[in-house]
Antibody, heavy 123, light 106 residues
Framework: EVQLVESGGGLVQPGGSLRLSCEAS????????MTWVRQAPGKGLEWVAN????????HYVDSVKGRFTISRDNVKNSLYLQMDSLRAEDTAVYYC????????????????WGQGALVTVSS | SYELTQAPSVSVSPGQTARITCSGD??????AYWYQQKSGQAPVLVIY???KRPSGIPERFSGSSSGTMATLTISGAQVEDEADYYC?????????FGGGTKLTVL
């Protein structure tokens, strides 16, 4: 059974930093794209960043470029999101998601989701 | 930047067919994905690659795509299908979710 467990959320002041972690189990982590998706309170889903299976490619939504860094450790089966220069508008539940593979190729589109970690940016 | 457009809400009676649409200029050449999110829960993938259903998803959920519109159809909607539904797709370097459609079944 695929499990994705986020940790590291909490309350942080504007301009501060936070590091989210996602521990994966139940699948071969090193084979799949991984993605962070967030959801502000009462709002819809927003794609944030993704990283290729071997970490060689990373992509970010414009609003977090230069402030957030996605990374992974395929030995520890873990995904990370380093968030710096946090703003009030970054307040959201952050979900860790895994991609999927067919016989032909692998896709980054979210398949399995964790339960999310709440990040609140407020003074 | 790329956008996917969904109606904010759809309402049906139990047993009726619910259709939720998603429009986007790149849908003729890119897959659509659909996610169900019940209140207070994480999203769940219900349709991938326009029309494929993951294991464990009831057969009443189906998907289709034609031109610039993708459609999620719930045939014989049940009360437990009441949820927010989001489409997702890509265009070049953009990866986006639609704004979401709240499905009410009552």
């Amino acid at each position: 059974e695929v499990q994705l467990v986020e940790s590291g959320g909490g309350l942080v002041q504007p301009g501060g930093s936070l590091r989210l972690s996602c521990e994966a189990s139940g699948f071969i982590f090193s084979t799949y794209w991984m993605t962070w998706v967030r959801q502000a309170p009462g709002k819809g889903l927003e794609w944030v960043a993704n990283i290729k299976d071997d970490g060689s490619e990373k992509h970010y939504v414009d609003s977090v470029k230069g402030r957030f860094t996605i990374s992974r450790d395929n030995v520890k089966n873990s995904l990370y999101l380093q968030m710096d220069s946090l703003r009030a508008e970054d307040t959201a539940v952050y979900y860790c998601t895994s991609g999927y593979c067919t016989t032909d190729r692998c896709y980054s589109s979210p398949d399995h989701w964790g339960q999310g970690a709440l990040v609140t940016v407020s003074s | 930047s790329y956008e996917l457009t969904q109606a904010p809400s759809v309402s049906v009676s139990p047993g009726q067919t619910a259709r939720i649409t998603c429009s986007g200029d790149a849908l003729p050449k890119k897959y659509a994905y659909w996610y169900q999110q019940k209140s207070g829960q994480a999203p769940v993938l219900v349709i991938y690659e326009d029309s494929k259903r993951p294991s464990g998803i009831p057969e009443r959920f189906s998907g289709s795509s034609s031109g610039t519109m993708a459609t999620l159809t719930i045939s014989g909607a049940q009360v437990e299908d009441e949820a927010d539904y989001y489409c997702y797709s890509t265009d070049n370097s953009d990866r986006v979710f639609g704004g979401g459609t709240k499905l009410t079944v009552l």
